[in-house]
């Protein structure tokens, strides 16, 4: 049974610091990509970051890029996702997806957990 728990999420002024936390209970955690995606209030759900499965390369979307930082811990089975400066539009439900075909970075049919709730306040 796979389970993808996230933390981390939380409300916080603009400019601020969150860091998520994706714990994974999925076979092969070391052998799949990672990613973070995220769904605001009336909007679709839409890709944020993605990590291989050894770490690099990493890709993000570009409202993110060097705000965001993807990591990954094989050896606890947990991704992260650090966001620094952060502003009212990244205010979301962000959720953790594990692919569901190792040693690909295809998230089509992915592996989902149920999401954190992060909010930016002006």
């Known amino acids: 049974q796979v389970q993808l728990a996230e933390s981390g999420g939380g409300s916080v002024q603009a400019g601020g610091s969150l860091r998520l936390s994706c714990a994974a209970s999925?076979?092969?955690?070391?052998?799949?990509?990672m990613g973070w995606f995220r769904q605001a209030p009336g909007k679709e759900r839409e890709w944020v970051a993605h990590?291989?499965?050894?770490?690099?390369?990493?890709y993000y979307t570009d409202s993110v890029k060097g705000r965001f930082t993807i990591s990954r811990d094989n050896a606890k089975n947990t991704a992260y996702l650090q966001m620094n400066s952060l502003k009212p539009e990244d205010t979301a439900v962000y959720y953790c997806?594990?692919?569901?075909?190792?040693?690909?970075?295809?998230?089509?049919?992915?592996?989902w957990g149920q999401g954190t709730q992060v909010t930016v306040t002006s």
């Open positions: 997806a594990a692919a569901s075909k190792i040693w690909t970075m295809q998230f089509e049919n992915a592996y």
């Open positions: 999925v076979l092969s955690f070391n052998s799949r990509a």
């Open positions: 990590i291989s499965w050894n770490g690099a390369p990493t």
